[in-house]
Nanobody, 115 residues
Framework: VQLVESGGGLVQPGGSLRLSCAASGFPFSSYGMRWFRQAPGKERELVAV????????NYADSVKGRFTISRDNPKNTVYLQMHSLKPEDTAVYYC?????????WGQGTQVTVSS
């Protein structure tokens, strides 16, 4: 199982970014996917979840209305579209999959929101 995140970077407050996570090594379309984030000195927190078919999504209260999780099953990729970014969104963002009763993580992508 391999998860590779991309799309992070430095953005000004109020800006937007789209993160991508390319998955391989498991039947992607059969499993829900998650985005987490971890800010310096804080615990990793769940940001968004999407069902295997993409029909159901859930978000942390802190990102509702600003972030959108989506997936492209033929491309084995899950996305996190982030709008109206705030300095408190600064963190390393990770995608997560749980096939075969194990939890897998990517290497993470840094998002920094600063003027």
């Amino acid at each position: 199982v391999q998860l590779v995140e991309s799309g992070g970077g430095l953005v000004q407050p109020g800006g937007s970014l789209r993160l991508s996570c390319a998955a391989s090594g498991f039947p992607f379309s059969s499993y829900g996917m998650r985005w987490f984030r971890q800010a310096p000195g804080k615990e990793r927190e769940l940001v968004a979840v999407i069902s295997s078919a993409g029909s159901t999504t859930n978000y942390a209260d802190s990102v509702k209305g600003r972030f959108t999780i989506s997936r492209d099953n033929p491309k084995n990729t899950v996305y996190l579209q982030m709008h109206s970014l705030k300095p408190e969104d600064t963190a390393v963002y990770y995608c997560n999959a749980r096939p075969y009763e194990l939890s897998y993580w990517g290497q993470g992508t840094q998002v920094t929101v600063s003027s």
